[in-house]
């Protein structure tokens, strides 16, 4: 196994560590409405529990609005408690038109505390990708003994997987800072 296959190795890890985050992110509220908010909330239909995202089409009615047109008129209730119940400070209704999602606008003490959880989520990430490169580095310390690889390319190994580790980084520092930016709007 040469030292570029070793590091070739944890980038689909890298890839789903940012896009985890990024999922995570979307599910954080800031000033505006987003479907991401509610599509994963689990509602109770006939015994199932079913995610939002399959009992009807989300949209945006306006910045602080979401409107969920349900598949069947028999959702709009179960889908109104599910949403009560999940918090988040969300008030509902129904109508004609489906179950109308008003989002309170953002006190300051709730967005510190986003900010808190955007700080957390940041940390994770970036300690998940310094897990996968202490493994990859301590795979590349492992094969120059088993003699493998030779010690320049562990030490080439070692540089090309710090500018992996850095790349994926910034990724996450990135998708922060947007989020951060929204929060602020």
Aim: with cysteine; net charge negative.
């Amino acid at each position: 196994m040469t030292y570029k296959q070793i590091i070739d190795s944890i980038k689909p890890e890298l890839i789903k560590v940012v896009d985890f985050t990024q999922n995570k992110l979307s599910s954080i509220r800031t000033g505006r409405a987003s479907p991401a908010l509610v599509e994963n909330i689990q509602v109770e239909i006939f015994g199932e529990k079913m995610p939002v995202k399959q009992l009807g089409a989300i949209s945006i009615l306006n910045a602080q609005q979401l409107l969920i047109q349900c598949w069947d008129a028999s959702y709009m209730d179960p889908i109104q408690r599910a949403i009560l119940e999940h918090g988040a400070g969300m008030g509902c209704s129904v109508d004609q038109d489906g179950v109308k999602v008003n989002l309170p606008s953002l006190s300051t003490d709730l967005r510190k505390e986003l900010v808190r959880v955007l700080s957390q989520t940041e940390e994770e990430g970036k300690k998940t990708i310094r897990r996968f490169r202490d493994e990859a580095w301590s795979t590349l310390q492992k094969e120059q003994r088993e003699g493998n690889i030779r010690e320049d390319d562990k030490f080439r190994g070692k540089d090309d997987l710090q500018k992996l580790v850095d790349e994926y980084s910034k990724k996450i520092e990135d998708l922060i800072k947007n989020k951060q930016k929204e929060l602020e709007e």
